[in-house]
Structures are given as structure tokens and as C-alpha cells.
């Protein structure tokens, strides 16, 4: 026997393809984790449905369902307390966590972010990335703290800018590098423990 599978919870608002491939990677026996819970604050998001297809506990908290940031927080931690992750796996969670959030699970907590970081934090960084004329783009994953994508960088993957590349031909791209980074970087960590 080996060593207990830590436990994951992911937090995702929308399509849910990194939290797949953490999922596919979770499938090896010898994968160092197993993803216990899905939790969004969007209903619609598809990765809740594949989570529930997956048989995997899931929750929803709607931002607007709550008065404030921190009571809207408060819930999700709730849940997360019920469920006594050991990492946190952001994967497409497009809120920023407060301080407080965040230090409830200090370090603990990881990000995918598709650019090479600290190049480009926030949204559109694909366009953004074209319009400054970058020969390299790629995507990060971090330890998360309180500012916008700004956590410690685990590890990066690069991949080409090409001549009339449009944003979504630079998403596909590095699309199919975050899938493989996320899981690696997650095995990585916790082996280092
Ligand atoms: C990914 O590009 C990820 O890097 C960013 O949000 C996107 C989520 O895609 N944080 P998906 O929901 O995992 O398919």
C-alpha cells in the first residue's frame, strides 16, 4: 500500500476541460490524488455536469444569492470544511479569493493561468499576447494568493506564437499544454511534500 491519495477540491465557472484532465490523471492508480469535490458559482457550468456524471460530489454557490463577498466566501468555505480538502484546485474559477480565503488553505491552494506569468495576469491574455507581438506565449500554474494571479509560479509551459495566429488558435494551443501541466505540477508538489 502506498501513501493515502490526498484529497482535491476543484472550483470551476464554466467548461471544466482542466478539471477533466485532472480527472483522467486522478484514474492512475498511481496518481498521487483523487478529486472528492466540484464546486462553481455557476449553475450552467459544464464541468459541474461532468463532475456529477462522474459521480463526484458537487455544490453551486451563486454570487447573487449572497449580500456580500464574504457571506458568498463564507458558504463555499462551509463546504469546502465538509469536505476537508487537502489542495484546492482552481480550474477556470474566474473570481479573485480574498485573503481570508485564501489563508484558510495557505499554499494549499493551486491556479492554471494561460499565459507565462508574471506576463499578462487577468483576462484575454491570448489577444493580449498577440497584440505585444510575443514570439512565445504559454500557461502557468501558481500557488494563489490574495492578488490577481500573482501567487508563486510552480511551473510554466511555452509554446510558439505563429505568424497570422489568431486567439483562439493560440488558446487550442496552449490548451492541450495546461491539460498536461496541471496534472504534473499537482503530482509534483505533492511528492515534494
Ligand atoms: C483555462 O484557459 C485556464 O487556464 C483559465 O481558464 C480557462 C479554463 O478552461 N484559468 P477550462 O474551463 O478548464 O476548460
Do not use: W
Not at 493561468?113 to 498577440?130: C, E, M, N, V, Y
Amino acid at each position: 500500500m502506498g501513501q493515502p491519495k490526498k484529497r482535491i477540491a476543484v472550483l470551476l465557472s464554466g467548461r471544466g476541460s482542466n478539471f477533466e484532465a485532472l480527472l483522467k490523471a486522478c484514474a492512475d492508480e498511481d496518481y498521487p490524488a483523487e478529486i472528492v469535490a466540484v464546486a462553481s458559482d455557476k449553475p450552467e457550468a459544464f464541468g459541474l455536469k461532468t463532475a456529477a456524471d462522474a459521480g463526484i460530489a458537487t455544490a453551486c454557490f451563486k454570487r447573487a444569492d449572497y449580500a456580500s463577498k464574504a457571506e458568498h466566501e463564507a458558504a463555499l468555505l462551509n463546504f469546502l470544511a465538509s469536505i476537508e480538502p487537502d489542495y484546492v484546485c482552481l480550474a477556470g474559477y474566474m473570481r479573485l479569493l480574498s485573503a481570508h480565503f485564501v489563508g484558510s488553505f495557505e499554499n494549499r491552494i493551486l491556479n492554471i493561468h494561460p499565459s507565462l506569468l508574471p506576463k499578462f495576469p487577468g483576462l484575454d491574455t491570448h489577444q493580449r499576447a498577440i497584440y505585444a507581438g510575443e514570439s512565445e506565449h504559454g500557461c502557468t500554474v501558481h500557488l494563489v494568493d490574495a492578488g490577481m494571479d500573482t501567487g508563486p509560479i510552480l511551473a510554466q509551459a511555452k509554446v510558439p506564437v505563429l505568424p497570422n495566429d489568431t486567439a483562439d488558435d493560440l488558446a487550442a494551443r496552449i490548451l492541450v499544454e495546461e491539460h498536461k501541466l496541471y496534472a504534473a505540477t499537482l503530482k509534483n508538489l505533492i511528492e515534494a511534500e
